[in-house]
């Protein structure tokens, strides 16, 4: 589905977070006392930080403690150049306190390539610990001279101000919502899910990270420099580390990746406190409803605008899904065209693997392996349990580093490469298990797949031809057989030159094992994809594929075509012991 498409059906949600975005800037300054007004500015200003949240703790999934640290940099920036009377003026200012923080982003984003968890978050918050020491150590900007900053002219006063954050945050928000519909932004919701499996689509692991940090010390950056406008001076206290692990808290609690999350974020971080003091409710309802949110979030597994958006978006896709199913119940069933037997292809390699060697300590995984995969052909590559099929496949695909032996594709050594880089180059797998976002429609995870926009035809035939449910409804909906044939489609839709499936039938019926054998004997001839294909079903090797290898203590032990070497004795007895095994 194109940008254009999927921006369309947001269009409702769009409009009504804009028309949202002006009553607010023309009620709030109209109806409500000065203190609200600037209690108002306080919780915007909050969101607009709370948006960095939304980046790299809600999007890309990582834990990072040091969200205020960079809000800082963009506040100190801000009040240097007030101090030193820099031209441009205050938006020029605001912009450069954002950019300023990027670097500093990129730097701490640097541990977040090796490490993860709680061990990056360990990291962040020293990050925030040494920033705390370095603020205390110095005056922020202006407070030895007592120059205070001055908000630009149109918005002197605290009404016209906090139109200005409003706009602020919406721009932020709309600019975040388009990057969240372009490959770099899915490819984050993909790698707080999975990095292997971001990986094996050609995503850079690293420089998605480093842009999420870069993008995320921005926004911050941003909002230190409009709290910088709001109070004229800051101090350190108004970033404390303290204050980057509450948000954190609040962030994964209520999911500011969501714009409505991030307001809601802003004014139960920043205000909540003050808001039931000025009602006269006792200030433990807002611990309490503190903590009854991180119950709820504990217990879904998800924040509470997410849970609110899925449930939304699964109710319309269930009530389109009975449409479809109604509608389709009235056409009647095309029979299935017959499929010839797979035969030898006999182009030129397209994958070649020579003298493979993968060792565990003492354990030899793989020792010594050869396989080709011929120019439009699909090859098996079968074996007992711990034969090291899937050993095969993550050290070809670089996932298991230090081998011995060469794989080359299309004659191009791969062997320095990283894994999303052999992806890029032609080289596409999956896994066992699937691990696809449950947020993401079925388009939008071709979309990743193909690293480029898919129109929606081109992404209808492939989910028609490998039997995948309609493409608008979302993962979460699309049970565990459906979505490895939905792996299988994501991999071939990037038009590879080798497709590497692990076991695609797992959790498939006998007759739909079958029915995707046949469809995989068709992929050369129709995508141009040449397929390495692990299983275990024999009826679907048979259907597929030309050509089989076997593999037993990771040695290979029967190379040819698929007839003969499933009527070869030693292959019966290494992977079916001494029962008959059929040959078609």
Excluded at 51 to 63: A, C, K, L
Excluded at 290 to 313: E, W, Y
Excluded at 411 to 420: K, Q
Excluded at 560 to 566: A, I, M, N, R, S
């Amino acid at each position: 589905m194109s940008l254009t498409e999927r921006l369309a059906g947001d269009r409702r949600a769009l409009l009504t977070g804009l028309g949202a975005a002006v009553a607010a800037c023309v009620l709030v300054p109209a109806l409500l006392p000065a203190y609200w007004v600037y209690l108002a500015i306080t919780a915007v200003v909050s969101a607009v930080i709370m948006q960095s949240y939304g980046v790299i703790v809600g999007r890309v999934g990582v834990m990072s403690l040091c969200q205020m640290s960079f809000a800082s940099i963009g506040a100190w920036v801000v009040l240097r150049l007030n101090v030193a009377d820099a031209p441009g003026g205050f938006l020029v200012w605001l912009v450069l306190g954002g950019l300023a923080a990027v670097p500093v982003g990129v730097a701490i984003g640097l541990p977040a390539l090796r490490i993860r968890g709680v061990n990056l978050a360990v990291v962040t918050f020293g990050f925030a610990v040494s920033a705390d020491i370095v603020l205390n150590a110095n005056q922020m900007p202006g407070m030895a001279e007592l120059k205070t900053l001055e908000r630009p002219a149109l918005f002197e006063e605290d009404g016209a101000y906090f139109v200005l954050v409003v706009v602020v945050f919406t721009v932020i928000a709309l600019g975040l919502a388009l990057l969240n519909r372009t490959r770099l932004g899915m490819s984050w919701t993909e790698l707080r899910h999975s990095e292997r499996a971001a990986a094996a689509h050609g995503v850079s692991v690293a420089r998605s990270k480093l842009a999420a940090f870069a993008i995320s010390a921005f926004v911050a950056g941003v909002g230190g420099g409009l709290m910088a406008g709001q109070l004229g001076l800051v101090v350190p206290g108004n970033f404390a580390m303290m204050q980057s692990l509450a948000l954190f808290a609040v962030a994964i609690m209520i999911g500011p990746h969501n714009p409505e999350g991030a307001v809601m974020g802003g004014i139960f971080g920043a205000v909540m406190a003050t808001i039931l003091e000025k009602l006269d409710l006792p200030q433990d309802l807002g611990g309490m409803l503190f903590g009854v949110g991180a119950v709820f979030a504990l217990r879904s597994g998800v924040s509470q605008t997410d849970f609110t958006r899925s449930r939304k978006r699964e109710r319309a896709a269930r009530a389109f899904l009975k449409e479809h199913q109604a509608t389709a119940a009235d056409r009647p069933a095309e029979p299935e065209a017959p499929v010839a037997p797979a035969t030898v292809a006999t182009g030129e390699p397209a994958l070649t693997v020579s003298g493979l060697t993968v060792r565990y300590g003492r354990v030899t995984a793989l020792d010594g392996v050869d396989l080709t995969v011929p120019r439009g052909a699909v090859v098996g590559l079968i074996g007992p349990n711990g034969a090291g099929k899937s050993t095969f496949i993550a050290a070809v695909t670089g996932f298991v580093g230090g081998y011995r032996g060469g794989v080359a594709l299309a004659g191009t050594p791969l062997d320095r490469l990283s894994p999303s880089a052999r992806a890029t180059r032609g080289l596409r797998r999956t896994f066992q298990t699937t691990t696809i976002a449950p947020e993401l429609t079925q388009y939008e995870y071709l979309t990743i797949g193909a690293g480029r926009s898919l129109s929606t035809e081109e992404a209808d035939e492939l989910l028609d031809f490998f039997g995948c449910p309609p493409g608008r409804l979302p993962v979460s909906l699309v049970d565990a057989g459906a979505r490895r044939l939905l792996d299988v489609a994501a991999a071939v839709a990037a038009r590879p030159a080798v497709a590497l499936l692990d076991e695609p039938a797992a959790g498939q019926s006998a007759a739909e094992s079958l029915a995707l054998g046949r469809r995989l004997a068709q992929v050369p001839a129709r995508y141009g994809v040449s397929v390495l294909l692990v299983e275990h079903d024999m009826d679907l090797v048979q259907a597929a594929c030309s050509e089989v290898t076997v593999l037993d203590f990771g040695h290979v032990i029967a190379s040819g075509p698929t007839g003969e070497v499933l009527a070869d004795p030693t292959v019966m007895a290494a992977y079916l012991g001494t029962a008959d095994m059929p040959v078609a």
